[in-house]
């Protein structure tokens, strides 16, 4: 198993992160606390899709205090945007509607710039700008989202940024993040440039409030720096609440932008939806017959996993879906069917309101 | 001997640095050269104040096939600027008025923030305006020299810096630069922003012409790696002209803005400036009868220093006055007493200069 911000691969233990980072899981007590505030538990957490935290219960308690917080996730636009990196931003647009919250949406066009020995500005730019839509399409609203492309926010970030790379020495990034001699410079100071924007709230509206990060769990050991040195500059730490990896469709591990065949990427045709989906890793047995006679093993299945991160809101048909699979009474042919369909579906509306977002897009972007 | 960035003391070795630091003497060639575009061969030249190079020559022969260049050098704002400083200002103007070019001039209130730990941003950003106009005071057009204020114009160098840091490794910084592990990410980093404005040029107007530097040589390590990358990324080496450090007014070593009783600050008031140069260290003798008799030493002196560098433009009158020390026939008294009048009239001219740049400061800011 390796976890960190550049690369996950292997059987993923979650339960191993949670000691190995120090973070908290998330409690029943928390999770009560949660629901109070959005009526009923979002499947994301029911599912315990996120499933640890830090100082998640801090945030709550200052929230019932009168101070509010703002949220605060990105994405390193490498590449398109799939499945995968849709669920936590669902879950950040849910917490975002129940807390009236803003959100500062991070695109990460210099890191991929820099960690990528083939990538040029340009193509990040590009693709921070594509990624951006995806976001938008999701259903944020202007008002209270804040999209920071960092080659063209730079000036917004780089004093904040500078309060902290001066208090992040080499040795504690280099055993934080394993950087190396021959890692380049830019690299190396880049952890600074992702911590700025949990303080850039105060910066631009002189509010000095907490930032929770709604996020994958390989990003923790950012925060981990940032949480070090919030207080010596005057803010909060950050706050956050890891999700898991929705896994690719090959055998195990995170869906990856890198394995185009193993994940859907929202501007994937019906077709190329189809095929992923059929060529899926199943639980299922070599023979339909055996299958119906033995059952099938839904905890390996990729396609089980996606009903379960995102296609099967309602708990009970996702048991039903689950008994009748270990009983042999659905095929697998039936569950990609019904999932290719319902992608589809999600992707179609999607990608219409992806279109749409190019007009607003701009309206995302934040005024000087 | 310490020559670094940050820290320069002990009786600096011209010739061993050009050795150490592998630069080229300037040769009677390359100054005849020089002289045939400036008529006549500027002080600091023939007194050899700038002493090194690197690429002059490539410069001058790019220069005479039409290929101009820019001049780029800057100021670290970490204080008031002094009497030092002014000197290859003053060495820059002359190159710039004499061929015709632009200057980029950096203001570096990013780096001294991050290299010393008492510094704030809002107190190297106010430097950085104050050393800006003792800049323009010394007679700068703004139609041909912008001022990149690093924290005002990060928007401007970034790209280029980012190109710059992904091609030096943490390895390559820590040798030129002698980083260590306990070093600040920020000040890793910063060379890369040190190295864009060699680059500006062509980011600005579409002409890829190259840099010439007139700085003092400590600043050549910054160099060195920029002019291994320069290329791969496009760009012509950056040349540099190396110069001399003013002596302070105590036993040897730089003019130290950390030691304010050995300078001459610009906003030094008649009566200091008086202070500081009869409480300077010079050859002189115990008794006025003994240096009469047997004459003073002038190059241990710093009051001839003075003159040498700046207020004895005639070489005949330096060479008297030279000659007269050494023969005990003027004292110490009357080459200060000259000196506290010619700094205080320079001073006051430049404080009425200094007074109006600050209605046409805004004027030196690259537009957006």
Redo the contacts between chains.
């Keep these: 198993m390796v976890v960190t911000p550049w690369e996950v691969k292997g059987k993923i233990d979650y339960e191993r992160l949670i000691r190995e980072f120090g973070t908290q899981p998330l409690t029943e007590e928390l999770l009560k606390k949660i629901a109070s505030y959005t009526s009923k538990l979002h499947l994301q957490l029911q599912r315990r899709i996120f499933f640890s935290h830090r100082d998640l219960d801090t945030v709550l308690d200052l929230y019932e205090k009168g101070t509010k917080f703002v949220l605060y996730t990105g994405r390193g636009p490498s590449g398109p945007v799939h499945i995968g990196h849709l669920v936590p931003w669902i879950f950040t647009l849910h917490l975002q509607e129940k807390f009236g919250t803003r959100l500062y949406f991070q695109l990460t066009d ?1 890191e991929k ?2 960690v990528d020995d083939e990538a040029n ?1 340009s193509e990040t730019r590009k693709y921070a700008y594509e990624n951006a839509l995806d976001l938008i399409a999701l259903g944020f609203k202007p008002e209270n989202t804040f999209i920071i492309y960092d ?2 926010d ?2 917004l970030l ?2 904040v ?3 902290v ?7 504690t ?2 055993a934080t993040f394993g ?11 880049w ?2 440039i992702q911590a700025a924007p949990c303080f850039i709230h105060a910066k631009l509206t002189g509010e000095n409030v907490p930032a929770l990060i709604p996020a994958a769990i390989d990003q923790d050991p950012y925060w981990r720096v940032t949480r070090d040195i919030a207080q010596k500059i005057g803010y909060y730490k950050p706050a956050q609440i890891h999700c898991r990896f929705l896994p690719g469709l090959g055998v195990g591990g995170k869906m990856s932008a890198s394995e185009p065949e193993t994940s859907i990427f929202t501007m994937d045709s019906p077709e190329l939806v189809k095929r992923k989906i059929w060529n899926a890793f199943t639980g299922g047995k070599g023979t339909a017959a055996e299958q119906r006679k033995t059952g099938a093993d839904p905890t390996v299945c990729s396609v089980f996993q996606y009903y379960f991160y995102l296609f099967e809101e309602e708990d009970k048909k996702l048991a039903e879906r689950e008994r009748k699979c270990k009983a042999g009474e659905i095929l697998c042919g039936e569950c990609k069917n019904d999932l290719v369909a319902r992608l589809n579906k999600f992707l179609e509306e999607h990608r219409k309101r992806r279109e749409k977002a190019k007009d607003v897009i701009e309206k995302y972007h934040i005024k000087r």
Tied chains: 1, 2.
């Design positions: 210099d710039f820099l500005l080659m063209q730079i000036d780089y004093d940024t500078l309060e790379a001066k208090r992040i020495t080499y040795s990034a280099k950087f190396q001699d021959n890692t380049n410079i830019g690299w190396v100071f952890p600074a």
